[in-house]
């Protein structure tokens, strides 16, 4: 016996302890302390699966360590009836019935003296019988706070709704380390680990948890459901079996309720909810991919058994109801869409319900006659609207992109060309500025393979024509046939009596002659083709054969010719508020002024092209402006400048998967690397960038390889440009983006004689011999130098690297060394990608190294391959 009182039980009503980690939600859960510090009734609504009430119970019991606060949870799922909500909340509270009193009444005397937090979980069901005690209890507890968790609003006087979001789910731009913080992935890697003792996510497997949490939409219930098959299946082979996910998430904790045990049982519980009207809307809703506007719904989704003028107030239930987000959209126009998995659920219903094929075909005859009206008047500008509404309409095909593919899916699945064909040549100009060259060809392979004869001449002739300018890469060679799919486009378009299509198949004529280095032909074609547009009163079809006949003149040499018809066409595309051409004017413009030597008209040109591109959102012309700005700045010392231009232009052209575009950017980075002293950086970017550009350099890249031999020495430059040929394109992006923001230690010259120059400058170490913060130090003479460059280039691992590897340990580095993966290497040599990581690690310990890049220069420095 100690002599103290034993602690007092906690109330059988009390929040429980919690059964596992508390992941995600960390802005939410300081959001709603902060709200219940002023509001007295808060509601988190959310659809099933999303962890309301989890969160309800985390902060239950971050309030009652408050001094002097109870908190009370009370529980209505298993509820049926009205009458048992007051009744469950008295036995909770346990709080006796009175005789002749009402028992609302009597727990309201209980809970009146003293502060507390009364949390009733899952309210849906009974929303009135809920609300009518809320109501009641806080008007006679003036101390008394609520806290409910419902799929919808309790619709109270004072209600405070707080839309419970799921956990954050890696973005497409988010590296390893971000997507490793992630909410989703951190929850996915904390239960994974429950269900299988060591398991952890590697950077084999973090691609695929990746795109499995963004696939269940981040959502807990699916997330945490999927993570007990890590058991049986990988994170790859649960995310491959995701288009049966109901099926698939189905083993869930035996002691939670039964619609928390399965995926198919909570949202099951939701749908049971709604009225008949209310999950006809919803099953209609599946039909969209990327969500829908208003104006969508009611076209696609009303008809006889659904009214338009119903279709807002059911749409408004719906969201209520947390089935569907609603989410700001275009220039204040809402968006509706639903997580993947309702969405998923919802289909099911649709098919069950045999609407499918109807309402599908519904919304693809939609898609199509919106992108004919609204896509020709956003980008060819007929009706003649004003910028704000043209961009506005761009913007808005840009979010029903998953929308256009689905209507192009269907069209295919169902053999139907000409639909598919509107859809495509309405599109193309969009694929064409947004860089999805190989997108738009692709679909247009398909529907013209399909050789419908029902397809009419003109929409067979401008298909043709869209597919031909997609061959246009920037960089890449057009395709054999794109003269003759040109010459064919323009013949069917002339007998359909289309002159627009005919006179911009000629433009393309033009350019082929252009890319073959015919010039001179090709200024005849663009001067053929700019008389027609002419007697058309087109201006953009001026415009488009202005711009060839300038770059025309520019291969010629003619630059004063090429300028006066470069301006001529800007002034067109400005009097049209045709932004697209503007800026690629102008951009053209830059280029020809940096030829001419003319810096400060090019920096103006280029400067007056980016915000336009910005605006438009058109990735590879942004990139080729962004580049050229960033060679303009090194060649006017102006290197942080350059480093900003080439960093932006390099992350879209990775983004967008644009080979050439990534190529250009590299040579860039060579220059911006030698300018800043960094001549082994250099060397290495100059040998990535010749392994994308099949052996070649192109560019200045040659020039400056002369001058880092003659800094370098013959040997180590070789060296070097081998390390950079075998980087991957990951890697040298990374060394691009590290190695070339700042130098402040010159490298040293070679000696007179033409052998190895290995030594690099070191990072100084403190006096303790500990590494420096950052990997950089000072001198006293304010100089600094990265130990991590300094460990990219080699120093010290050379002599003790061989010695202190295992055999086994020096045959994985090789395989490292040719780019294999953890799972490449488990492959390669019959053993678990987990085994090879540990290997991977050891080496890296072993050698002082921080990434694979560092021991695939080692391999090849050390010639060891295993």
Same mark, same amino acid.
């Given at each position: 016996m100690t002599g103290q009182s034993p602690a007092r039980p906690p109330h059988p009503a009390a929040p429980p302890a919690e059964p596992n980690r508390f992941i995600g939600h960390e802005q939410d859960v300081a959001e709603i302390r902060a709200l219940l510090g002023t509001a007295r009734l808060v509601t988190l609504c959310a659809?099933?699966?999303?962890?309301?009430?989890?969160?309800a119970l985390h902060l239950g019991r971050e309030v009652a360590a408050e001094p002097d606060a109870a908190v009370r949870l009370v529980e209505l799922a298993d509820l049926t009836e009205p009458g048992q909500v007051a009744l469950r909340v008295a036995e909770r509270l346990r709080v006796p019935r009175e005789p002749g009193r009402e028992l609302t009444a009597v727990v309201a005397?209980?809970?009146?003296?003293?502060?507390?937090?009364?949390?009733?979980?899952?309210?849906?069901?009974?929303?009135?019988?809920?609300?009518?005690? /809320? +109501?009641?209890?806080?008007?006679?507890?003036?101390?008394?706070?609520?806290? /409910?968790?419902?799929?919808?609003?309790?619709?109270?006087?004072?209600?405070?709704?707080?839309?419970?979001?799921?956990?954050?789910?890696?973005?497409?731009?988010? %590296?390893?380390?971000? /997507?490793?913080?992630?909410?989703?992935?951190?929850?996915?890697?904390?239960?994974?680990? /429950?269900?299988?003792?060591?398991?952890?996510?590697?950077?084999?497997?973090?691609?695929?948890?990746?795109?499995?949490?963004?696939?269940?939409?981040?959502?807990?219930?699916?997330i945490e459901l999927a993570a007990a098959r890590v058991s049986a299946l990988s994170p790859r082979e649960i995310t491959e079996r995701l288009d049966r996910r109901f099926e698939l998430l189905t083993t869930g904790d035996r002691t939670a309720p039964p619609r928390r045990r399965t995926l198919r049982a909570a949202v099951d519980w939701s749908h049971d909810l709604l009225s008949p009207r209310e999950q006809v809307l919803l099953?209609?809703?599946?039909?969209?991919?990327?969500?829908?506007?208003?104006?969508?719904?009611?076209?696609?989704?009303? +008809?006889?058994?659904?009214?338009?003028? +119903?279709?807002?107030?059911?749409?408004?239930?719906?969201?209520?109801?947390?089935?569907?987000?609603?989410?700001? %959209?275009v220039h204040g126009e809402s968006r509706y869409r639903t997580l993947e998995t309702i969405r998923h659920y919802a289909a099911e219903k649709l098919e069950s319900a045999g609407e499918a094929e109807r309402i599908r075909r519904r919304l693809r005859d939609h898609i199509v006659a919106w992108a004919e009206d609204a896509i020709g008047r956003a980008v060819l500008n007929r009706g003649h609207a004003d910028w704000a509404e043209r961009a506005a309409i761009i913007e808005r095909a840009r979010y029903d992109g998953a929308n256009g593919d689905a209507a192009l899916d269907l069209s295919w699945r169902y053999g139907e060309a000409e639909p598919g064909l509107r859809l495509c040549v309405a599109t193309f100009l969009l694929w064409l500025g947004g860089g999805e060259f190989a997108k738009g060809a692709a679909w247009l392979d398909r529907?013209?393979?399909?050789?419908?004869?029902?397809?009419?001449?003109?929409?067979?002739?401008?298909?043709?024509?869209?597919?031909?300018?997609?061959?246009?890469?920037?960089?890449?060679?057009?395709?054999?046939?794109?003269?003759?799919?040109?010459?064919?486009?323009?013949?069917?378009?002339?007998?359909?009596?289309?002159?627009w299509g005919a006179t911009a198949g000629q433009g393309g004529l033009g350019f082929v002659r252009l890319r073959g280095g015919d010039a001179a032909g090709a200024i005849e074609i663009f001067r053929a083709g700019l008389a027609a547009a002419r007697r058309a009163e087109d201006p953009l079809l001026q415009a488009l054969h202005l711009g060839g006949l300038g770059g025309s003149h520019i291969y010629q040499g003619d630059f004063a010719e090429a300028r006066r018809y470069l301006e001529r066409g800007a002034d067109l595309t400005r009097r049209q508020d045709f932004r697209w051409g503007t800026s690629l004017l102008l951009t053209t413009l830059g280029t020809l002024a940096r030829l001419q030597e003319d810096p400060e008209t090019a920096r103006r040109c280029l400067e007056e092209s980016l915000p336009l591109l910005r605006?438009?959102?058109?990735?590879?012309?942004?990139?080729?402006?962004?580049?050229?700005?960033?060679?303009?700045?090194?060649?006017?010392?102006?290197?942080?400048?350059?480093?900003?231009?080439?960093?932006?232009?390099?992350?879209?052209?990775?983004?967008?998967?644009?080979?050439h575009g990534t190529i250009r950017t590299f040579r860039a980075f060579v220059s911006l690397a030698s300018a800043r002293g960094a001549y082994r950086t250099a060397v290495r970017l100059a040998g990535a960038c010749s392994a994308l550009h099949e052996g070649r350099y192109g560019g200045n890249v040659e020039e400056l390889l002369g001058a880092a031999r003659r800094r370098l020495g013959g040997e180590v430059t070789e060296r070097l440009l081998r390390e950079g040929r075998m980087l991957g394109t990951e890697a040298a992006v990374e060394l691009a983006l590290r190695e070339t923001r700042e130098r402040t230690v010159p490298e040293p010259r070679a000696p007179e004689s033409d052998g190895p120059r290995d030594a690099e400058p070191r990072a100084p170490r403190p006096r303790d011999g500990t590494a420096v913060p950052g990997g950089a130090s000072r001198s006293a003479g304010g100089a600094g130098a990265t130990s991590r460059g300094a460990a990219l280039a080699g120093d010290g691992a050379d002599g003790a690297g061989a010695g202190v590897l295992t055999a086994r340990e020096r045959e994985i580095a090789a395989l490292v060394a040719r780019g294999l993966s953890n799972r490449g290497i488990a492959d390669e040599l019959v053993i678990s990608p987990a085994?090879?990581?540990?290997?991977?690690?050891?080496?890296?310990?072993?050698?002082?190294?921080?990434?694979?890049?560092?021991?695939a220069a080692w391999v090849t420095r050390t010639g060891d391959s295993g």
């Open positions: 659809p099933g699966g999303m962890g309301k009430s989890r969160l005397d209980a809970l009146r003296p003293g502060r507390t937090l009364l949390i009733l979980d899952n309210c849906e069901h009974l929303p009135d019988p809920v609300a009518g005690l /809320a +109501d009641r209890l806080l008007s006679a507890c003036p101390e008394l706070r609520i806290l /409910a968790t419902s799929r919808e609003p309790l619709r109270v006087t004072g209600e405070n709704v707080y839309r419970v979001p799921p956990p954050t789910v890696p973005r497409e731009t988010d %590296g390893p380390a971000e /997507a490793m913080a992630s909410e989703a992935v951190r929850l996915f890697a904390d239960r994974a680990a /429950a269900t299988r003792p060591g398991f952890r996510i590697t950077e084999d497997t973090l691609p695929d948890v990746v795109a499995l949490c963004r696939a269940l939409d981040g959502l807990p219930l699916a099953r209609r809703l599946s039909v969209w991919p990327g969500g829908s506007t208003l104006a969508d719904v009611e076209a696609v989704c009303g +008809d006889g058994d659904l009214p338009r003028e +119903d279709v807002l107030d059911l749409l408004t239930r719906l969201v209520e109801k947390s089935l569907v987000i609603r989410e700001p %959209g529907f013209l393979a399909l050789e419908d004869p029902r397809v009419p001449p003109g929409l067979h002739g401008r298909a043709l024509l869209a597919r031909a300018y997609l061959t246009f890469e920037p960089g890449e060679p057009a395709g054999a046939d794109t003269e003759a799919m040109l010459r064919d486009g323009i013949r069917l378009c002339e007998r359909a009596g289309d002159a605006d438009i959102e058109s990735p590879p012309p942004l990139a080729r402006c962004l580049v050229a700005l960033g060679e303009l700045a090194v060649a006017q010392g102006r290197l942080e400048a350059a480093y900003g231009h080439l960093t932006e232009a390099l992350r879209i052209n990775r983004r967008t998967g644009h080979r085994t090879a990581a540990r290997h991977v690690a050891n080496i890296l310990a072993k050698l002082g190294f921080s990434s694979r890049t560092q021991i």
